[in-house]
């Protein structure tokens, strides 16, 4: 079968074409021929070794929408020819055929296409974490999302606006200000620095934000601190811009700056922390489905790439070329 695989860390070039025997399913593992594969940051991320590390040779991926083959001799809750998702296992995803622990599969239901499925797996599951789990975003909350028009960033817009908060969306340039507004941002601001800042100030009015969420890292920490309110919490869940400096502690009293918001929250959220449980992925993965079947989702496939072109794929995401989901094709001789 054909997968890619990462032999060294590097760019996109090192995404290798390559020929893997066909996986054999162990007793409880479940063989998925995989139709659509979703690309993500952390997929980038995993190609350049940092600031996550991955032994190597990796053929990379975390979520993937397809039909199941074949299912070991444990499993009894999927059958062949079952449509399903898998997220969260992290190997082997890149690839025609995927055996997978049976606990990190998912049924799709009728209704729901397996793009869909593929496009809302990780982001979807994601944003269900960060804004009804880990923090519980309410009707009377202000919040700031950053990257509010990106994958992940759109869907906690849609479901934090969808628990009756105002969002204000953080996007980096003017032209993506539509994709936020659309996911449901009340306001929309743009820019770097202080005068990110100053627009979120504005934006937030005197009052500041209940909840900011940031998976920027180092370039926003500063800002993000300065948008929160009185008691509010600024929660990370990534590192785009590269690992955070060091969190001055003082600024969370509110004590150090005058105007400066006091008793603060710092909190990192990694959503793989809160769904280790395979009832949990699957009541977080189906809560999302449920969100796609009633609109208060809705993913935007803006690019499909057949499985060999995946270096391609990674350009476009790693360039920030486009706004919405990035799929991987799969389809061939799955010899």
Do not use: C
């Not at 054909?2 to 063989?31: D, F, N, T, Y």
């Not at 296992?89 to 209704?111: F, K, N, R, S």
């Not at 009340?186 to 800042?197: F, Q, R, Y």
């Amino acid at each position: 079968m054909k997968a890619i695989e990462i032999a060294v860390h590097g760019g996109p070039e090192v995404l290798a074409v390559v020929q893997r025997p066909r996986p054999v399913p162990g007793p409880s593992e479940v063989l998925v021929r995989n139709e659509y594969i979703g690309v993500n940051y952390v997929d980038l991320q995993h190609r350049a070794g940092s600031p996550y590390p991955v032994s190597l040779p990796l053929v990379p991926g975390t979520e993937a929408a397809g039909t199941v083959v074949e299912v070991g001799a444990a499993v009894g809750d999927f059958h062949p020819g079952q449509r399903v998702v898998h997220v969260g296992h992290l190997a082997g995803v890149y690839a025609e055929l995927t055996a997978v622990p049976a606990e990190y599969v998912v049924g799709v239901p009728d209704g729901i296409g397996l793009d869909t499925a593929a496009a809302v797996a990780l982001q979807g599951t994601t944003a269900h974490v960060l804004t009804r789990v880990a923090t519980r975003v309410g009707a009377d909350h202000v919040v700031v999302v950053h990257a509010a028009a990106g994958g992940t960033g759109s869907a906690v817009t849609a479901l934090a606006a969808a628990a009756g908060a105002r969002v204000v969306g953080v996007v980096s340039t003017p032209a993506k200000r539509h994709y936020a507004l659309a996911a449901g941002a009340s306001t929309v601001v743009t820019g770097s620095g202080e005068a990110l800042a100053t627009a979120l100030r504005e934006a937030t009015g005197d009052r500041g934000a209940n909840h900011v969420f940031d998976a920027g890292g180092e370039a926003t920490l500063d800002v993000s601190l300065g948008a929160l309110g009185d008691f509010g919490t600024l929660v990370l869940y990534g590192q785009t811009s590269g690992r955070g400096g060091m969190l001055d502690t003082a600024r969370l009293s509110g004590l150090s700056r005058p105007g400066d918001a006091a008793s603060l929250t710092v909190t990192w959220v990694a959503a793989g922390h809160y769904l280790r449980k395979a009832a949990d992925r699957a009541r977080a993965t189906r809560a999302v489905f449920d969100d796609v079947a009633s609109g208060v989702l809705r993913p935007q496939v803006v690019a499909r790439f057949p499985l060999e072109s995946a270096a391609d794929a990674h350009r476009m995401l790693q360039d920030r070329a486009t706004v919405g989901k990035i799929l991987l094709t799969a389809a061939g001789d799955l010899a």
